[in-house]
DNA sequence: CTACAAAATTAGAATAATTTTAATCTATGG
DNA sequence: CCATAGATTAAAATTATTCTAATTTTGTAG
């Protein structure tokens, strides 16, 4: 099996309909480390599909979020990036260059006892400031 | 010294000149547990200053936040709040009523080895799911 | 007090990310 | 082949925020 196989086994088993726009988006998502935003996803693939729209890039994205496919991080006040790594983890963004490093985070260690009047549904831990390469600079 | 004095020399403590936009802007963020929007703040008070400015909301916000006064709560990807309580805590939102509810939260008990390796400079803890109030529903 | 400069405020236009709309295309089961 | 639902598209609309340029306010030196 090519990997595009197991990708396209992987969207249809989590109930999306793996059309060819949707395939080539989730293997950007596996496939670059960044978290990608709507119009980067879209101008890497637009020089594939030339028809492709930024609408179906957000359809997208909403659908896979709602097949808990993607998580969308809200890092960067003004535009969403999207995620494909679903085990829970945390962000940090460096102030300089921008780069969303992932942060490994024992989310059960820290017992947050005044969660436990709600009922958790969503967890994100943002982080800014400098990366190491930044700070040797 | 009235409630408006201590506030205003607060500002100035902090390197603001306390205009009266600026006062009652702090005023309102001051006197309501809510963490509100621009548009909040805004609608709020161009009832007293009618000539107010929804750009001089955002100015006074970003003066704030640089003097430490404010920080910027991206809990909603769409719209910032702005929240005068600068002792570390998390957010949880709710996802029906929408009420934005403080988290205490112990930094130090969590301690993210991953983290020594970056600089530090801000930190964002949000939560969503559903409130109390409306689970009982 | 007056004149001037700097700082703050303002209205409205501009920007940019995202959503909506309405039309067109595609896939598929009968 | 045809009908239908679902997916994609282009373009317009929406909305939060920022920018611009003009005006007002404030502080200060003469
Ligand atoms: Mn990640
Ligand atoms: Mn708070
Ligand atoms: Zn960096
Ligand atoms: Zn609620």
């Keep these: 099996m090519t990997n595009s196989e197991i990708l396209s086994n992987y ?6 309909k793996p059309s060819i726009q ?4 989730y293997e950007i998502l596996r496939n670059n480390v960044t978290h ?3 119009d980067e996803i879209f101008n890497h693939l637009v020089k594939e599909i030339p028809t492709l729209s930024l609408a179906t890039v957000y359809n997208t994205m909403h659908l896979f979020e709602q097949k808990e496919l993607v998580r969308i991080i809200n890092i960067e ?8 790594n679903m085990k829970p983890h945390g962000h940090f963004q460096c102030n300089v260059c921008g780069t969303i490093y992932d942060i490994e985070i024992d989310t059960n260690q820290m017992n947050i006892n ?3 009047e709600y009922q958790l549904e969503e967890s994100h831990f943002y982080f800014k400031g400098l990366c190491k390469t930044c700070l040797n600079k």
């Excluded at 949707?22 to 988006?25: F, M, Q, S, Y």
């Excluded at 006040?77 to 494909?84: G, I, L, P």
Aim: hydrophobic share 40%; aromatic share 8%; charged share 30%.
């Design 11 to 16: 969207l249809k088993n989590h109930g999306v």
């Design 22 to 25: 949707r395939l080539k988006i």
């Design 36 to 38: 990608p935003t709507a």
């Design 77 to 84: 006040n003004h535009q969403a990036r999207f995620d494909w």
């Design 114 to 116: 005044e969660l436990d």
